[in-house]
Each structure stands twice: as structure tokens, then as C-alpha cells.
């Protein structure tokens, strides 16, 4: 599973100089989703810390099937907080599609939640 941008790739691959590339980038009608678990600082105070990695990284396992299945970008996690974006490659975009993709992975995402945190 690639984790750039396929356009941050082709820049990098196409500095064969190696001078110093600017990778930021400016987008128009994006949607992005900042997924972040409910009670989570309560459930992590109550169990093993291991209980907690095993849960966050099964839970993300799947979260990360989803991404690929709904052609949306993983941006980064941090603690219980995961975000995406709703595109994977900047020179095929679909504002709509990629709108109704990051709702689809949103309700995805508190379906499978429900088996891995009751």
C-alpha cells in the first residue's frame, strides 16, 4: 500500500539533481474526514496498555482495507485519531465521488468500530 500521493512520488523521481523539492500542495474542494474514537481515554485508563495497541492496530488494519476499497488517502494516525482525504491521485479528481467515498468510509468506519471496542 503506497503512503504518499502518486504525485509526490513522480516529483521525487523526477529530481535526479537531488535539489531540494517543495512536496506541499494546494487543493480545491477536498473533503477530509478526522475520525477520533469516543471514550477512548477512558477505555485506555481501564485496560492493559498492550490490550490498547492490539485494539488500535486491529481496528486500523481495518480502517486501512477500507481506504483502499473506497480510493480514499490515509493521511496520518495519532493516538485514536485517524484521517483521510478523499482522493488518492491529484491529476484524477472527482470532487463529488470523492465526497460520497469519505461519508461511505465514515459509516464504515463506526460499523466496524462497534466489534472492536464492545
Do not use: W
Amino acid at each position: 500500500m503506497c503512503i504518499r500521493d502518486r504525485h509526490v512520488a513522480e516529483k521525487l523521481f523526477d529530481n535526479p539533481t537531488g535539489n531540494k523539492l517543495d512536496l506541499s500542495d494546494e487543493f480545491k474542494d477536498v473533503t477530509i474526514l478526522f475520525a477520533d474514537i469516543a471514550g477512548f481515554t477512558k477505555y485506555s485508563s481501564s485496560v492493559q496498555p498492550e490490550q490498547v495497541v492490539n485494539m488500535l492496530s486491529n481496528l486500523f488494519t481495518e480502517f486501512d482495507k477500507m481506504t483502499v476499497k473506497l480510493n480514499v488517502y490515509k493521511v496520518y494516525t495519532i493516538g485514536d485519531c485517524y484521517v483521510v482525504v478523499g482522493f488518492l491521485d491529484a491529476s484524477k479528481r472527482n470532487p463529488g465521488e470523492e465526497a460520497s467515498n469519505v461519508v461511505q468510509i465514515g459509516l464504515s468506519m463506526i460499523a466496524v468500530s462497534y466489534t472492536h471496542l464492545t
